[in-house]
Nanobody, 121 residues
C-alpha cells in the first residue's frame, strides 16, 4: 500500500505561482510513476503532468508547469507558474506501480485526496 498526501494548494491571482507537493508513504519505490491530475467543477478529471524516467505534460500547461521528484522518489512536486483562472481545480497526485501510459487514469494504483487550487482573475 502507498499513501499519498497533497499540499500547497491555495488562492492566487492570475499570473502568480504555487508549488504543490505530494508526499508518498508506505511501500514506496523510486521506480514507480507518479502524476498530477486535476478536476474543475462540472468537468471530468484530466491529466496534467507525470514523471517516471521522463516527464510528460498536458498541452495546456506546457511551458508553465514543471514536475519534479526528490532523489528518494518519495516526494513529487508541481511548480505552477503564470497561473490562469482556467487552472482552477482540485489537483490530485497519483502513483502507478504498473506499466502503461502515465497520461491515463487507469494506469494509476493509488490516489491522494486532492488539494484545491483557485486562481482569481
Amino acid at each position: 500500500q502507498v499513501q499519498l498526501a497533497e499540499s500547497g494548494g491555495g488562492l492566487v491571482q492570475a499570473g502568480g505561482s504555487l508549488r504543490l507537493s505530494c508526499a508518498a508513504s508506505g511501500r514506496t519505490d523510486s521506480s514507480y510513476g507518479m502524476g498530477w491530475f486535476r478536476q474543475a467543477p462540472g468537468k471530468e478529471r484530466e491529466f496534467v503532468a507525470a514523471i517516471r524516467s521522463a516527464t510528460l505534460y498536458a498541452a495546456s500547461v506546457t511551458g508553465r508547469f514543471t514536475i519534479s521528484r526528490d532523489n528518494a522518489g518519495n516526494t513529487m512536486y508541481l511548480q505552477m507558474n503564470d497561473l490562469k483562472p482556467e487552472d482552477t481545480a482540485v489537483y490530485y497526485c497519483a502513483a502507478a506501480m504498473r506499466s502503461g501510459s502515465l497520461r491515463w487514469e487507469s494506469t494509476y494504483d493509488y490516489w491522494g485526496q486532492g488539494t484545491q487550487v483557485t486562481v482569481s482573475s
